[in-house]
């Protein structure tokens, strides 16, 4: 049974990123050794966009799908007033149909994403793997 997902985040200062992860960002973790933090992650939900290019990693000689990361949040505006006082500059918020967003720079030069969704969300629906016996 399907319990969970873990989510891989690549990045060229992982030290760095995971420092902003627990430090910046508040999530928990837990070390596995060697300062190899796994972090807990608000509830998600997933979404399945169209591709006009590969966007992967591989594994056991299989493309793994690409992902990108959202993370989301009821008050964009205030949020990235938080973060301003954090020292953390985001990307200027955009408008669209399904939401305003901004980007959050990782110290690693990479970044993630950061939404107050305007769309209805699944994060209160259990998924039927999780009820199966």
Request: charged letters at 15%.
């Amino acid at each position: 049974m399907i319990f969970g997902a873990h989510i891989l985040f690549y990045s060229t200062d992982p030290e760095l990123d995971r420092t902003f992860f627990r430090d910046v960002l508040g999530f928990r973790s837990v070390d596995v050794g060697q300062g190899w933090l796994i972090f807990a992650l608000p509830p998600a939900e997933a979404a399945i966009h169209p591709s006009d290019a590969e966007f992967s990693q591989h594994h056991a000689g299989q493309r793994l799908a690409g992902a990108v990361l959202y993370l989301m949040c009821e008050d964009l505006h205030a949020y990235m007033a938080e973060l301003r006082a954090k020292n953390v500059q985001c990307t200027e918020a955009q408008t669209a149909n399904w939401g305003i967003s901004t980007t959050i720079p990782l110290p690693s030069g990479a970044a993630i994403g950061l939404y107050q969704p305007a769309h209805p969300t699944a994060l209160n629906l259990k998924s039927k793997v999780a009820e199966s016996p």
